[in-house]
């Protein structure tokens, strides 16, 4: 069994439709979303539909449970980045909202475990970004391959027999994309792994639309980086009046510029 682990998909369906078509053309029999259907993007009621109709397994992030009212009003009244899931909320139905209400926070597979930013607290939506919380994460299951999302950048963490914690392909993992390619290894059977998915729909510093695959028969993992047409979707955010980020801001003068 193929299964495709897909996170961050951020109100950007353009995106989303590339990488499901991506990973159908892999052969990939399951899909799990690792959460974030809403946020950043420009439409979340279309992302909302796709995920609904081609996802086997969705998981709840903290976007997600932001548009839908479950974050306190303190967190986001200091979160920026929730007033855009504040204004989703109003694109979705009631039976929409209803829905997303319903996603559970982990995921268990038979061989690994899911979530959308740690598993150590999986509602507190921390981040796995250096090496002492990937450590904290390896010690909170006894999983020998979890997946994870959150951060918009894929990241593969290994813990060795010995108990050493290291990164894993991270230079190869940063550097943006021309053309769509695979970076793959096989599991060794004594290590364990935390694999950060990237983004589908929002990337930052790989500026490339990233999931994951796992072949659970063949043991190997691999991580799809397809170019990102950022062009269109910034173009896509400025028509539908979207406030876009300084460093999102930077990239579109970047490219007006070539």
């Known amino acids: 069994m193929k299964f495709a682990i897909i ?6 369906p353009k995106a989303l439709d590339a990488a499901l078509a991506d990973a159908h ?22 992302a909302l539909d796709i995920v609904r109709k081609n996802f086997d397994v969705i998981l709840m992030g903290n976007h997600d ?8 009003e303190w967190e986001v009244m200091t979160n920026n980045n929730y007033d855009l899931d504040r204004e989703a909320r109003e694109q979705l139905t009631e039976e929409d909202r209803l829905w997303l209400r319903g996603r559970d926070y982990l995921h268990e597979e038979e061989g690994f475990s899911c979530t959308h930013g740690d598993f150590s607290n999986p509602r507190m939506w921390n981040y796995i970004l250096y090496r ?12 020998g391959l979890m997946f994870c999302g959150h951060t918009h950048a ?21 550097r943006p994309v021309m053309k769509a390619e695979s970076v793959s290894f096989k599991l060794n059977p004594t290590s364990r792994y935390i694999v950060n998915v990237g983004s589908v729909g929002y990337p930052r510093n790989d500026l490339c639309c990233t999931y994951g695959i796992y072949d659970a028969t063949a043991r190997r993992m691999t991580i799809r980086r397809l170019p990102f047409d950022f062009k269109s979707y910034i173009l896509e955010m400025l028509d539908r009046k979207i406030q876009l980020p300084v460093w999102l801001l930077r990239i579109m003068l970047a490219a007006q510029a070539t």
Do not use: Q
């Open 7 to 12: 996170s961050d998909v951020h109100a950007n």
């Open 25 to 46: 053309r892999f052969g990939c029999g399951k899909f799990i979303l690792l959460g974030d259907v809403t946020g950043y993007g420009y439409d979340p009621k279309g």
């Open 65 to 72: 449970s932001a548009c839908i009212g479950l974050e306190p």
């Open 132 to 143: 002492e919380a990937a450590a904290r994460n390896f010690l909170s299951r006894p999983d």
């Open 154 to 174: 894929a990241a593969i963490w290994e813990r060795t027999a010995k108990g050493v914690c290291r990164p894993k392909l991270a230079k190869r993992l940063m």
